[in-house]
């Protein structure tokens, strides 16, 4: 039969074992959550390295500027870096795609004037490796980026889309199949002058846009060139979109 020495001594023992798993505790944890994996420290990675990654993104835009005019006729300017050129029109943009799966469907519509237009992005396709099939996340583009043309400052792409639109003007076809580039990308205009501070001489590597905003882009241009204008596209149809509201799938 257990004695009271026995007994005092069974408790000391458990509340030993009871302090030793609370002090282990933390360093199992922290082997297990919260230690490097051999080197890979904390590079930027990609998203296909997160296990929990849906591919599904749900943004939508406003504050829409129009750069130019639908009504422009050659020579006009299209990217007008120096934001003399911009006009503000009602509008918005929702973007629905999956960016493993390459698809979804990018809507702007706009009103300028008494004309209402509406871009239907549904097609995506690469032309380069860095496009990822048509849909990209996490990536640099333009400027010295080495990703695409070096018409716009390098920015970070949030997300990014390349392939095919059709445009349309009072619910009639206006541009059928036309090349489209999407890009939910930094604030690339000073908020205060609207001037795109490129191309500039840079003392520093990041680039010319400002990590600190954010917009959406979208581009629409034609085949056709036209070295009369800039870009020298015989179409350049070119919006921004200042607020970027993330959402939920619907």
Same mark, same amino acid.
């Given at each position: 039969?257990?004695?009271?020495?026995?007994?005092?001594?069974?408790?000391?023992?458990?509340?030993?074992?009871?302090?030793?798993?609370?002090? !282990?505790?933390?360093?199992?944890?922290? @082997?297990?959550?919260?230690?490097?994996?051999?080197?890979?420290?904390?590079? &930027?990675?990609?998203?296909?390295?997160?296990?929990? !990654?849906?591919?599904?993104?749900?943004?939508?835009?406003?504050?829409?500027?129009?750069?130019?005019?639908?009504?422009?006729?050659?020579?006009?300017?299209?990217?007008? !870096?120096?934001?003399?050129?911009?006009?503000?029109?009602?509008?918005?943009?929702?973007?629905?795609?999956?960016?493993?799966?390459?698809?979804?469907?990018?809507?702007?519509?706009?009103?300028?004037?008494?004309?209402?237009?509406?871009?239907?992005?549904?097609?995506?396709?690469?032309?380069?490796?860095?496009?990822?099939?048509? &849909?990209?996340?996490?990536?640099?583009?333009?400027?010295?980026?080495?990703?695409?043309?070096?018409?716009?400052?390098?920015?970070?792409?949030?997300?990014?889309?390349?392939?095919?639109?059709?445009?349309?003007?009072?619910? @009639?076809?206006?541009?059928?199949?036309?090349?489209?580039?999407?890009?939910?990308?930094?604030?690339?205009?000073?908020?205060?002058?609207? @001037?795109?501070?490129?191309?500039?001489?840079?003392?520093?590597?990041?680039?010319?846009?400002?990590?600190?905003?954010?917009?959406?882009?979208?581009?629409?241009?034609?085949?056709?060139?036209?070295?009369?204008?800039?870009?020298?596209?015989?179409?350049?149809?070119?919006?921004?979109?200042?607020?970027?509201?993330?959402?939920?799938?619907?």
């Amino acid at each position: 039969m257990p004695t009271g020495w026995d007994r005092m001594a069974a408790k000391l023992l458990s509340l030993s074992l009871v302090s030793l798993c609370v002090l !282990y505790l933390p360093a199992l944890a922290i @082997e297990q959550f919260g230690t490097p994996k051999e080197d890979e420290g904390t590079r &930027i990675f990609k998203a296909t390295e997160h296990q929990h !990654y849906s591919g599904q993104f749900h943004l939508s835009g406003q504050r829409t500027t129009l750069i130019g005019s639908m009504q422009d006729r050659a020579p006009w300017d299209h990217l007008d !870096y120096a934001g003399k050129r911009l006009t503000p029109v009602q509008g918005t943009i929702d973007i629905e795609v999956n960016e493993l799966t390459n698809s979804g469907q990018v809507v702007a519509e706009f009103v300028e004037g008494g004309d209402r237009y509406r871009i239907v992005f549904d097609r995506f396709a690469a032309k380069a490796p860095f496009q990822d099939g048509g &849909i990209a996340t996490r990536i640099y583009e333009h400027g010295d980026s080495g990703n695409g043309d070096p018409l716009y400052p390098k920015t970070w792409l949030y997300l990014g889309g390349w392939g095919v639109a059709t445009m349309f003007k009072n619910q @009639e076809v206006l541009h059928k199949d036309y090349d489209a580039h999407f890009m939910v990308m930094e604030r690339s205009r000073d908020p205060r002058t609207h @001037e795109a501070r490129y191309p500039v001489k840079r003392t520093l590597p990041g680039g010319e846009t400002d990590p600190a905003g954010m917009e959406i882009d979208l581009w629409v241009r034609s085949k056709e060139q036209n070295t009369n204008n800039f870009p020298p596209f015989e179409t350049f149809v070119h919006l921004c979109w200042d607020e970027v509201t993330w959402r939920s799938a619907r």
